[in-house]
Nanobody, 113 residues
Framework: QVQLVESGGGLVQPGGSLRLSCAAS????????MGWYRQAPGKQRELVAY???????HYADSVKGRFTISRDNVKNTVYLQMNSLKPEDTAVYYC???????WGQGTQVTVSS
């Protein structure tokens, strides 16, 4: 059983920054890709970014140049650094252990003045 625990969400003004963290239990973390997804009210959950087990990042077009995904395989943690935040980035953000299909509980990000 794998548990994923997100943290770091909150309220931020447009143009601000937040750093999300997702801590995973278990020793298999480094093998699999990890993804960050988000779901805004009334919308489908969408992929924001993912990072392979080897550390190669991939981004949705909507966040390229603003968000950075990274991982620390010693700490079993994946991060999402979010800069230049926009109101349309408001959503619940979830981390996901790819292939095995585990989800975290989500953390709310609200971008508003």
């Amino acid at each position: 059983q794998v548990q994923l625990v997100e943290s770091g969400g909150g309220l931020v003004q447009p143009g601000g920054s937040l750093r999300l963290s997702c801590a995973a239990s278990g020793s298999i973390f480094s093998i699999y890709a990890m993804g960050w997804y988000r779901q805004a009210p009334g919308k489908q959950r969408e992929l924001v970014a993912y990072i392979t087990g080897g550390g190669s990042p991939h981004y949705a077009d909507s966040v390229k140049g603003r968000f950075t995904i990274s991982r620390d395989n010693v700490k079993n943690t994946v991060y999402l650094q979010m800069n230049s935040l926009k109101p349309e980035d408001t959503a619940v953000y979830y981390c996901h252990l790819e292939t095995l299909g585990y989800w975290g509980q989500g953390t709310q990000v609200t971008v508003s003045s």
